[in-house]
């Protein structure tokens, strides 16, 4: 049965007190088995939730684009801001039947949080000077990578290549061999190297849609960097990672990576 998804971002966490940021991620608006010649519209948006969007944040700062064979195939995809949603559409052609992944990035960026709860754009000296007065609490740089499996072969070794995100998800599992019922395992890594010891989430489309930054399962990465979960859904289902370390970019304290892949079950 065809699945229309209210759903769509790539990710981010940062705190304030205990609030975390939008994820941000990018999913096709229909599931289904696509193929040569479809042409798939995409969904990007930032949200707490996992079925609407919250924020449109402007258009420059996000990029979505398809992966193939390990390399951008292409340019950037235009996005078009789909105000009654809240989220950005963009379309993609299949030419072939060759695996494709679709990336959706929220480009790195600087903000400082303030003593009072507030928060301003820019790094400590950009905020101070456009905010006489407060006082800032951390000055943080963040960035959002996703990636989304469209339409995954299961002879197919290219979902296992990384692309050189800070901080990345990789399916050690074949997302096309993924089923209801089996243990998907996944590396993450950062800088390259595998994430030790990191709380990681995954969810599944639907599941307690309405609360903010609900996650149906966690877990922690071992000494490689890999994590399991129990697929028990069908669906849409959502891997994502975190990770803030000091800072060695001037005028910053923290660098806040985040990061998520998306895959169907069916």
């Known amino acids: 049965m065809k699945k229309i998804l209210f759903l769509t971002a790539a990710v981010c966490l940062v705190f304030t007190g205990m609030a975390w940021a939008h994820e941000f991620f990018v999913i096709p608006n229909e599931v289904k088995e696509y193929k040569a010649g479809?042409?798939?519209?995409?969904?990007?948006?930032?949200?707490?939730?996992?079925?609407?969007?919250?924020?449109?944040?402007p258009a420059e700062v996000n990029e979505v684009y398809a992966v193939k064979n390990g390399?951008?195939?292409?340019?950037?995809?235009?996005?078009?801001?789909?105000?009654?949603?809240?989220?950005?559409?963009a379309k993609y052609r299949?030419?072939?039947?060759?695996?494709?992944?679709?990336?959706?990035?929220?480009?790195?960026?600087?903000?400082?949080?303030?003593?009072?709860?507030?928060?301003?754009?820019?790094?400590?000296a950009e905020a101070a000077a456009a905010n006489p007065g407060k006082t800032i609490a951390t000055a943080r740089y963040f960035a959002k990578?996703?990636?989304?499996?469209?339409?995954?072969g299961a002879s197919d070794t290219s979902f296992s290549v990384p692309l050189g995100h800070a901080l990345e998800i990789i399916p050690v599992d074949n997302p096309a061999r993924i089923r209801k019922g089996s243990t998907a395992k996944f590396r993450v890594l950062y800088n390259g190297q595998p994430l030790v010891n990191a709380d990681i989430q995954a969810t599944y489309d639907y599941y307690d849609y309405k609360t903010a930054n609900a996650y149906a399962q966690?877990?922690?990465?071992?000494?490689?960097?890999?994590?399991?979960?129990?697929?028990?859904?069908?669906?849409?289902?959502?891997?994502r990672a975190s990770d803030t370390r000091r800072s060695t970019k001037p005028g910053t304290d923290e660098d806040n990576n985040n990061a998520i892949v998306v895959f169907t079950v069916r």
């Open 218 to 239: 966690t877990g922690k990465t071992d000494a490689r960097g890999e994590v399991s979960f129990r697929i028990d859904q069908t669906g849409i289902w959502i891997i």
């Open 38 to 57: 479809d042409t798939v519209q995409l969904n990007a948006l930032s949200t707490h939730y996992f079925t609407v969007g919250e924020e449109l944040e």
């Open 145 to 152: 990578y996703s990636k989304y499996y469209l339409n995954p």
């Open 94 to 124: 299949l030419t072939d039947n060759t695996p494709v992944i679709i990336v959706g990035n929220r480009k790195g960026g600087f903000y400082c949080l303030f003593t009072d709860g507030g928060y301003a754009d820019g790094n400590r």
């Open 71 to 89: 390399v951008k195939a292409g340019a950037d995809l235009p996005l078009e801001r789909n105000a009654d949603r809240v989220w950005y559409e």
